[in-house]
Structure formats: structure tokens, C-alpha cells
């Protein structure tokens, strides 16, 4: 209080009081929108894992089938060339 006092008294036209409530507010600025884009990335986060988790089951799927595919492919070839 006895700082605030003292710069109240020797700045009487409180530039300085002034220039720290424009650099208070620069920096609730700058923190509200560093706030904003952490949103933004946590969303665009969460909607690239549930991409990469959609497209890992559908390729789990292509992987199955193309297995099934090449085991019904041996067992022809099987009994088409018995050995």
C-alpha cells in the first residue's frame, strides 16, 4: 500500500497506474486466448484419436477378411494340388 502511495504522489497524472492497467490487460488478453487455442487443440486431440480409432477397427476388418480370403485361397489350392 505504502508503493502505491508513494507512485500515486510522485506521477499525479497516474500514467504509471496507467500503463499497468494497459499491461494488465494485455496479458488477460493474451491468457484469455492462449485459454481459447488449448480448447481449440484438446477438441482437434480428441477428434484425431477417435479418427485414428475408427480407422484402426477398419483396417483390423480389411486385415480379417483379406486373412479368411487367404486361407479359403491355400485350402482350394490344397485340395486342387494334394500332395
Do not use: C
Not at 27 to 33: D, H, K, P, W, Y
Not at 42 to 56: P, S
Amino acid at each position: 500500500m505504502l508503493l502505491l502511495n508513494t507512485i500515486v504522489h510522485a506521477d499525479p497524472e497516474q500514467t504509471v497506474l496507467q500503463r499497468l492497467g494497459d499491461q494488465a490487460f494485455s496479458v488477460i488478453v493474451l491468457i484469455g486466448i492462449a485459454w481459447i487455442l488449448w480448447k481449440r487443440q484438446i477438441k482437434l486431440e480428441d477428434r484425431l484419436t477417435q479418427y485414428l480409432d475408427d480407422d484402426r477397427e477398419k483396417m483390423m476388418g480389411v486385415i480379417e477378411n483379406n486373412t479368411k480370403v487367404m486361407e479359403r485361397l491355400e485350402d482350394v489350392l490344397n485340395r486342387s494340388n494334394p500332395r
